[in-house]
């Protein structure tokens, strides 16, 4: 049973920072395509950083130099080290797993249709 959990968000001032987690079960992260999504009001969902399972990464331009994925597998949890704080950057954040049998994840994936798994959201507020 693949389940995703996230956890970390909050409200904080500009210029502040969180760590968003996301305690991954039923598979391994560290074999999976993960990536993490948000959404703010009347906006479509849009990707902000993705993780393969080579450790290659991808980020967003709009966070790039802001904003790190990274995944810790002892855990099975991926993480979203956020600085920097723009109100902008208000959204609800999501992450997701592309999990398939046998699979190994290559490259990062940006299409959010590639992915089949995803977290309840976590909300981040800047202001």
């Known amino acids: 049973h693949v389940q995703l959990v996230e956890s970390g968000g909050g409200s904080v001032q500009p210029g502040g920072s969180l760590i968003l987690s996301c305690t991954a079960s039923?598979?391994?992260?560290?074999?999976?395509?993960v990536a993490w999504f948000r959404q703010a009001p009347g906006k479509q969902r849009e990707g902000v950083a993705a993780?393969?399972?080579?450790?290659?990464?991808t980020h967003a331009a709009s966070i790039k130099g802001r904003f790190t994925i990274s995944r810790d597998n002892a855990e099975n949890t991926l993480y979203l080290q956020m600085n920097s704080l723009k109100p902008e950057d208000t959204a609800t954040y999501y992450c997701a797993a592309r999990v398939v049998v046998s699979g190994y994840c290559f490259s990062p994936r940006w299409d959010a249709d590639d992915y089949n798994y995803w977290g309840q959201g976590t909300q981040v507020t800047v202001s």
């Open positions: 039923g598979f391994t992260v560290s074999r999976a395509c």
């Open positions: 993780l393969a399972a080579t450790g290659s990464t």
